[in-house]
């Protein structure tokens, strides 16, 4: 059921990027700061964006709860293949076949990686030492990401800002997970007398911010990507270093998931290489 859950958190992931890019990439020369905020909150795309977003974080935290780390968030890459079909079908994008035959290849590596890895075990809760000690590495790794992106070609300003993008939502990952098990272990009310659900509202503004950054940058076949690859590699590492995940110990399979690995990011990078041209879109749902 978590895997279930995980699909459809990226599917609402895939309809918020590409809806808020196209909204926020449409915005007239010179909107920038409080003035781009207003638009965007005037455009029924962006705003269905933002919906779908809600809805993925729902499905995200069923999974999280019900899943490991390790498996949930790499499931999220199929975020790359909905994004592409919703592209074609919504906006009538044209997609070349590579494209295609990109999404076959990320789905394929996808599912061999998940499969001979077996990720296993581990716990709901870490110690506080490790939340600090994580989030100091991974949230200090963002910082630079984002203090490089303030100069450089629009390419480079998005690859970055997707970069710490992704770094801060496999953080956020983390957190939830550890919400959902103190919403399970104390209820709803008492909740908020715990740490984690406060980490979550800040990790969200944050992530939305980078992210919102990384669209607004550059082009989307930079951007997305790299936030979508770079959050299960964050996340893995999360996964054994928080809650004690573990994989296969059986050299074949650890074989066969490095090279399921090898294979995603050769689709990632060939989607990244033919995803359609951005296309004037209207800003309205119809």
Known sequence: MSELFALLAALGNASNVVTQHLSSRSAPDGVKGKRLIFYLF???????GAGALIAAFVFQALALHLGAL?????????????ALLI?????????SAL???????TCLGLAIFIVASE????????STSEWLSSTLVFGGIAAVMVALARV???SV????YGCASGVVWAL???FIKSMTDTLAAYGLFKMFAHWPVYAVIVGGIIGNFLMQAALHAGPLNVSSPIMVATDPVVSVALGVWLFGEKFTDDPLRIALSAAGFAVLAVGIVMMTRHAPSENPVPTSLT
């Not at 005037?42 to 269905?48: D, E």
């Not at 390790?70 to 909905?82: C, G, R, T, Y």
């Not at 592209?87 to 997609?95: A, D, G, I, P």
């Open 42 to 48: 005037s455009q029924p795309m962006w705003l269905f």
């Open 70 to 82: 390790s498996i949930v968030q790499p499931l999220l890459v199929a975020e790359l293949v909905f």
């Open 87 to 95: 592209r074609r079908v919504w906006f009538h994008h044209q997609v």
């Open 99 to 105: 494209a295609w035959w990109s999404a076959v290849i």
């Open 119 to 126: 990720p296993n075990g581990g716990r709901m809760t870490a």
């Open 152 to 154: 450089g070609s629009p």
């Open 157 to 160: 300003k998005a690859a970055l």
């Open 172 to 174: 956020e990952a983390g």
